[in-house]
């Protein structure tokens, strides 16, 4: 059984990864900001023989992902997978962003994913298939206008899990960096479909029993299932 730690679990791709991970196969800490949320998707979850535990919180908190990962390592007696999937979006001019906007996008989409990937080292080299997975975007690598904060908070992902990933690999670690252009807003629309990123990043899991050491994947929003 691999034991996961995903944030932004009640985000389109938290729920897309949890409708096709959910089985006996997967032990889940669901991470997020709406216990209702998470108690729906835990209760998923373990209709589907898999199990869930729930850890409310907010991730813009500089103290909050020690807590989160030691709570998570705790409640599943370690920790096999760590997936990036918070982030907070922000999409107007920066001259008319209020401060605390430009601070949460910043905190919740870049802050955290590099504070608790520091946290859940020491957990995941314990593990014999451990695996790092970020959700960045396409917007890292070509800067959106209107959401130039965000641009910068996934760009520093995909620049962190390139500069990170020699060092992790030398302790055991997969890390790979998932980039999705522009997601699918609902079934039959244009964009990326959830399920497509959500598809991926299963993959990546399971190549890491194989060995792989980590990769960055671009997944462009015209592709299609």
Do not use: W
């Amino acid at each position: 059984m691999s034991r996961i730690l995903l944030t932004g679990a009640s985000g389109r791709v938290g729920r897309a990864l949890i409708e096709r991970l959910a089985s006996p196969e997967f032990e889940f800490a669901l991470v997020g900001r709406s216990a209702e949320s998470l108690r729906q998707l835990s209760d998923e979850i373990n209709a589907r023989g898999g199990t869930a535990h729930i850890i409310k919180a907010n991730l813009s908190s500089k103290t909050t992902p020690e807590t989160v990962v030691r709570q998570a390592a705790t409640a599943m007696g370690g920790l096999d997978v760590l997936i990036h999937g918070a982030a907070a979006y922000g999409f107007r001019p920066f001259a008319q962003s209020p401060r605390e906007l430009l601070l949460r996008v910043v905190e919740t989409s870049l802050q955290s994913a590099i504070l608790l990937t520091h946290a859940a080292i020491p957990a995941l080299k314990l593990s014999n298939n451990a695996v790092v997975v970020q959700i960045a975007s396409t917007a890292g690598l070509r800067p959106v206008t209107e959401a130039v904060v965000y641009s910068a908070a996934k760009a520093g992902m995909i620049a962190f899990g390139q500069a990170l990933r020699p060092e992790v690999t030398g302790l055991g670690i997969a890390l790979h960096t998932v980039i999705p252009g522009q997601l699918q807003l609902q079934p039959g629309g244009t964009g990326l479909p959830p399920a497509r990123v959500a598809q991926c990043i299963h993959e990546l899991i399971l190549q890491r029993a194989a060995g792989c050491a980590g990769t960055d994947v671009i997944l462009d929003e015209t592709l299609s299932e």
